[in-house]
Each structure stands twice: as structure tokens, then as C-alpha cells.
């Protein structure tokens, strides 16, 4: 999957805030672990590379990766924990994840 598909993949996910089953939360953790790997791999292509204007280019994909990750992260956490809560349907307003 390319970076573009798994970043759209992951804001459908998370755009979804009321949605915390386990199916859900499962296919957000795959798209979290797709998105890592894919910083891994563009890291080392970083560092494999000699090519000032390639390596600026993977420095800044590395860069959109990781806050991306970042967000889903918070979002795939909140909704870890609405579905441990009693009160599913609830999150508490400061803990909403910024839009992608």
C-alpha cells in the first residue's frame, strides 16, 4: 500500500470518533504498524542515500510519517480506552485527537 493510501486509510479511522469496537481498533493498529514500517523503510533509504535533494525529499515523507503516526496513535489510545470504559459512548473533550 502506498503512503497516500495509508494515510487516507488511517484519517478514515480516526475521523470516526464514536466507533470503538474491536474490529475498529484492530484494523487502526494494522494501518499504525503499515505507517512504522514504511518510516523504518524510508529511513534507511535515508541513509543509504547520497543524493542531497532525495535525501531532503525522504526526510520531509519521514517527517508527515511520523506526526501522522503520532495522531493515530492518540486516536487508537482514546479508543482503547472508551472500549475498557463502562461509558463507551463518552470521550472526554480534551482528549480528541486533532483532525488529520
Do not use: C, F, W
Not at 75 to 83: C, E, G, I, N, Q
Amino acid at each position: 500500500m502506498t503512503t497516500p493510501e495509508l494515510l487516507k486509510k488511517l484519517r478514515k479511522l480516526t475521523a470516526d470518533v464514536g466507533s470503538a469496537d474491536k474490529k475498529h481498533i484492530k484494523k487502526l493498529r494494522k494501518v499504525l504498524h503499515k505507517l512504522k514500517s514504511k518510516q523504518h523503510k524510508l529511513q534507511e533509504e535515508l541513509e543509504a542515500s547520497t543524493n542531497e535533494r532525495d535525501q531532503r525529499k525522504l526526510r520531509q515523507e519521514i517527517e508527515v510519517l511520523k506526526l501522522q503516526r503520532e495522531k493515530g496513535v492518540v486516536a487508537y489510545k482514546l479508543r482503547k480506552k472508551a472500549l475498557k470504559s463502562p461509558n463507551k459512548d463518552t470521550i472526554p473533550q480534551g482528549e480528541k485527537p486533532a483532525s488529520l
